[in-house]
């Protein structure tokens, strides 16, 4: 099995740009979650999906983030528009069952916004 | 509010001493603690999970105790190699659809 992929691995980009950010998980997996890591605050969770639906994205940290899985091997992260502060380490994971297992995690995508 | 806590400082060791790693955590019940490595540039990659009711678990040169009175898991590398040097996380699931929730990660150096 390949893994969780994720693409791109890094993006640089201006203030005010739209970005996307892409995932595949591991085939068979029904969860996905999104997060974003920072020297400052961590591994933090920002939406996680089951079976495709959003179930909690209490960490989606306001409007201009929106994350989408339109089917059980693929979802994307939007951030319109980006800010600096967006600058992070973002990663997608996946898991077979509902949020209780190992999580599987992608390499990461570097994002960071000039 | 919930919080969890791992050693802030980077930890440094000799090689083949063992290494302590320790997660606190405060007003959370979890269900079980998952520990995880990361290496730079990359994603977490999970090493251990133990359950409320157990009280420790190994695999290999790893052990995990979990005491949920002390609010606290510790993480041990025993006979410690260079290649064991990255950043250890500790995450807590709660049960149910909770998220999991990771600490801050501490790195551990160990020195040859």
């Known amino acids: 099995d390949a893994g969780v992929i994720q693409s791109p691995r890094h993006e640089v980009t201006e203030m005010g740009q739209e970005v996307t950010l892409r995932c595949k998980p591991i085939?068979?997996?029904?969860?996905l979650f999104w997060y974003r890591q920072t020297m400052m605050r961590g591994l933090e969770l920002l939406i996680y999906?089951?079976?495709?639906?959003?179930?909690?994205d209490s960490g989606m940290p306001e409007d201009r983030f929106s994350a989408k899985m339109p089917n059980a091997s693929f979802s994307t992260l939007k951030i319109q528009p980006s800010e600096p502060r967006d600058s992070a380490v973002y990663f997608c994971?996946?898991?077979?069952?509902?949020?209780?297992?190992?999580?599987?995690f992608g390499p990461g995508t570097r994002l960071l916004v000039l | 509010s919930q919080k969890i806590e791992q050693n802030s400082e980077a930890l440094n060791i000799q090689e083949g001493k063992t290494a302590t790693l320790t997660c606190n955590y405060t007003?959370?019940?979890?269900?079980?603690l998952q520990w995880y490595r990361q290496d730079p540039g990359r994603g977490p990659v999970f090493l251990l999970l133990?359950?409320?009711?157990?009280k420790e678990k190994r695999k290999e040169r790893l052990k995990v105790t979990f005491d949920t009175t002390l609010k606290q898991s510790l993480f041990h590398i025993t006979a410690s190699q260079p290649a064991d040097s990255a950043t250890y996380l500790c995450?807590?699931?709660?049960?149910?659809?909770?998220?999991?929730?990771f600490g801050t990660g501490t790195k551990l150096q160990v020195i040859p």
């Open positions: 994971a996946s898991i077979s069952g509902v949020a209780s297992e190992t999580q599987y």
């Open positions: 007003n959370y019940s979890p269900a079980y």
């Open positions: 133990i359950r409320e009711n157990e």
């Open positions: 995450a807590l699931y709660s049960g149910g659809y909770q998220k999991v929730t």
């Open positions: 999906f089951n079976n495709n639906v959003p179930i909690d």
């Open positions: 085939s068979g997996h029904n969860s």
